[in-house]
């Protein structure tokens, strides 16, 4: 008797969710790991919603959404098509999610905050991340704006945080194609570009800059703090950084390799590393008149991944700027 009671109320609220989304489909689809729902109903792919899950009347779906047990999405969400929440994730506040977004179990996105979360489509967000909440700057002002907006193709892992900007007229930004490792934490007002990894407990401050992808040679960064690096300086393009209190320690050959740099292009940079920071023979020249006298070789000037080395360096040394990581200058003595 319980059991038919029990039965008939879950097929009422099953009933009810679908009215609302315009599907007639009355069997629960069994959504495996990784899978999208690729059944159609009278020309529309259904969604499913668990009868556990909260879901706000106001929210926005797309086509083909599978929200688990006991999860929640507010009134200001979208989410796009053929989104997938795992059991006890949440999306709140004004979030926007794009098209085939994954978010695991126990994920949180958006915030009661104003301003906005966008993420982009086909992005994972992985088991206890937390994405697009209230900074941990304490000159945040409660109630004003603040911003968080994520690219395409991103892979944040579990237990990672991504917190919105600080102020009205910045914003938090992660491009596309990244991979963020477990526990890292980038904060307020971070920019971070295009195809980086972030290797597990990196930890970005607020401001922090992680190049984009340059559209004459990819630009990469990947991060790895060990022994608890700490980079409180700039690092110029494709080069590598270690130490406690991080210093240059060469090209990112492997970084090079994998990217399709040319014998060429990898001969260039490694000439102009050398010239500038082991200069030898006694040349006690300053960086600036070594970078001039990179510049001026007519072998080394006409390759672009070298001159884009040059103005990541001179840009860092702006007045503007806190310069590059310190560096060993080695004079053969």
């Not at 900074?135 to 911003?147: E, N, R, S, T, V």
Request: proline share 4%; with cysteine.
């Amino acid at each position: 008797m319980i059991a038919t009671v029990l039965r008939n109320r879950t097929f009422r609220l099953l009933s009810v969710q679908r009215r609302y989304l315009g599907c007639s489909c009355t069997s629960i689809p069994d959504v495996q790991e990784g899978e999208r729902l690729s059944y159609t109903q009278t020309g529309r792919k259904c969604s499913f919603i668990h009868p556990s899950a909260v879901v706000h009347p106001d929210a926005i779906l797309g086509q083909g959404v599978s929200i688990g047990p006991f999860c929640t999405v507010g009134s200001s969400a979208k989410l796009g098509n053929a989104c997938q929440l795992y059991p006890g994730s949440h999306v709140s506040g004004n979030t926007e999610l794009g098209d085939n977004c994954i978010l695991m179990m126990g994920a949180v996105v958006g915030d009661d905050l104003p301003g906005h979360t966008v993420v982009g489509c086909n992005n994972v967000i992985g088991h206890h991340a937390v994405v697009g909440i209230k900074c941990q700057d304490m000159k945040y002002k409660l109630g004003a704006d603040c911003f968080l907006e994520i690219g395409n193709n991103n892979e944040i892992r579990e237990f990672a945080s991504i917190h919105r900007s600080s102020q009205p007229d910045d914003r938090t930004v992660i491009g596309d194609n990244n991979l963020i490792m477990g526990c890292c934490h980038i904060a307020h007002d971070c920019k971070v570009g295009h195809n980086n990894i972030l290797a597990n407990n990196t930890l970005l401050a607020g401001h922090v800059t992680v190049e984009e992808e340059d559209p004459l040679c990819i630009n990469f960064v990947i991060l790895v703090p060990f022994l608890s690096l700490e980079v409180t300086q700039d690092v110029p393009k494709y080069i590598m950084v270690s130490g406690e209190r991080a210093e240059l320690r060469g090209l990112n050959l492997e970084g090079l390799r994998r990217h399709g740099f040319s014998p060429v292009e990898m001969k260039g940079l490694k000439t102009a590393y050398r010239k500038i920071f082991f200069p030898g023979n006694g040349n006690l020249q300053s960086i600036e008149d070594r970078l001039s006298e990179v510049e001026n070789n007519d072998q080394l000037g006409r390759v672009p991944a070298v001159s884009l080395m040059l103005r990541s360096i001179r840009d860092s040394l702006a007045e503007d700027r806190r310069g590059i990581c310190k560096f060993r200058l080695w004079t053969g003595s």
